[in-house]
């Protein structure tokens, strides 16, 4: 092994495409030369082997032989796709929409109240997960894809007529012009 790390010439190497592969490559390897009961520099020289050939960085090799050293075996630990599992589902969020609009979109504190009001009072038992819904996650609900695809607010542009910067600047423009044109006079803009 010591060998072929000291060699000069380039070698491209393939790897294992999927992970599980690679960390069975990495397992073998590790059982095959022993890596237990080698001395520091043969496991120095594995080191730079497994660096070499596995695609793997230093600091996630160093990790995977810990790993080995202390189960005897390396088995890839597979993180979870999502961390935290959704408590309000696509049916509390349209009935949110609903709510928000046939209210008129209203503060978080009434839609709060409201949803309180259809669970206990009312006994809907679809608002049963809204009733406990604090009032910042309401807020969170409003913002995400499948309520914005339910219920899009907008506002309609409000026009202002022409800005008094603009009118000024316009004004001037048109004066200079009428002048360059007229020789001077400027009798329509008095």
Sequence with gaps: ????LDGSQRIAFAVAASKDERYRFVEKLLERFAYVSLGRNEKGVMRRFL???SGYSRSQL???IQRYLCAG????QQKTVNGFESIYTPMDIGLLAALDKRH?????MMVKKL???AYYEFGEVSY???????????YNLRQS???QKLRRHYTKTRSRGVAPILSKWLIRFLRRAFCDITGGQESIFV
């Design 145 to 147: 894809s499948s309520y």
């Design 73 to 76: 075996e390396l088995k890839r």
């Design 104 to 108: 008129d979109t209203p503060n978080g």
């Design 115 to 117: 949803c309180e009001r």
């Design 62 to 64: 160093t990790r995977m």
């Design 128 to 138: 049963k997960r809204l009733s406990r819904i604090s009032v910042s996650h309401i």
């Design 1 to 4: 092994m010591a060998l072929f």
């Design 51 to 53: 660096l070499k050939v």
